[in-house]
């Protein structure tokens, strides 16, 4: 969760490009509306029954610390009419897109013209 | 004429900057991450501790001991627990889809943190969706 906070931070970014940010996890909903509380410039979705995460398919035996599969940190750019533009799979899931280079990849993909 | 003594180091300061360039890729990674809140891969960690088991070594050559054996034997340990963490434990499988640029994201129906449906319905429109999966909240 702690990218989170970076996006957070960034919000003004993302509303000039014409962006919004939505961060899906497996948590439920009062897990999802506590971190929804917390920044509340993203959207946040509660996936606890994987629905969202089986279409994409990003679960896997992640190492959850209860041991259980969990989402793999993805990002998926999307335009407006529901296209997919780019999408981004870290090596390692200790590693993240970092907010600021997560805004020049919605520049170079969702902000062409 | 004047009798030159000279002594040989004992290799004491290796042993202990070696320990300390070994800590120090752990300390650094601990503090982006705590600090910067930066999730990064610390692929400097090992390379410093490697530097670390060399320096621990040219200490053991010095004058062997039971510490500089143990401090050796430390500074290998965290190379291998961090060549496996990097190399093993946290390596993510490559995405394949079915999310694929170019393509309609995939049908699906969800939930948003207010309990309101969400599907993919929801990214036609005024804006452009960053969608960014996580690992929740722990």
């Not at chain 1, 989402?71 to 600021?100: C, E, Q, Y």
């Not at chain 2, 982006?32 to 410093?48: D, F």
């Not at chain 2, 393509?103 to 005024?126: H, I, R, W, Y």
Request: charged share 20%.
């Amino acid at each position: 969760m702690i990218e989170l906070v970076k996006l957070e931070e960034q919000h003004k970014e993302f509303d000039a490009r014409n962006t919004r940010i939505i961060a899906v996890s497996l948590d439920g909903l009062e897990d999802s509306s506590k971190t929804q509380a917390k920044f509340p410039h993203l959207v946040i979705a509660s996936d606890s029954d994987q629905k969202l995460a089986k279409a994409a398919d990003v679960l896997g035996p992640h190492r959850a610390p209860d041991g259980k599969e969990t989402t793999a940190p993805t990002t998926v750019l999307i335009d407006n009419k529901g296209v997919v533009r780019w999408v981004f799979r870290p090596d390692a899931f200790i590693t993240r897109l970092s907010a600021v280079d997560l805004l020049a990849k919605v520049d170079e993909y969702l902000n062409k013209d | 004429m004047h009798e030159i003594s000279r002594t040989k180091s004992t290799g004491r300061g290796y042993m202990w900057f070696g320990i300390l360039v070994t800590i120090l890729g752990v300390v650094t990674y601990a503090m982006l991450l705590m600090g910067a809140q930066l999730l990064h891969t610390p692929w400097y960690a090992p390379i410093l501790a490697i530097i670390g088991v060399g320096l621990t070594f040219i200490a053991v050559r010095r004058k062997p001991g039971v510490w500089r054996y143990t401090a050796l034997l430390f500074c290998c340990l965290l190379v291998v627990a961090e060549l496996m963490f990097l190399f093993s434990f946290t390596k993510l499988p490559k995405y394949a889809g079915p999310a694929v640029a170019g393509q309609q994201f995939p049908e699906f129906t969800t939930k948003l943190a207010d309990n309101m449906a969400f599907s993919n319905n929801d990214f036609v429109g005024q804006k452009s969706t960053a969608l960014i999966f996580y690992r929740g909240h722990w």
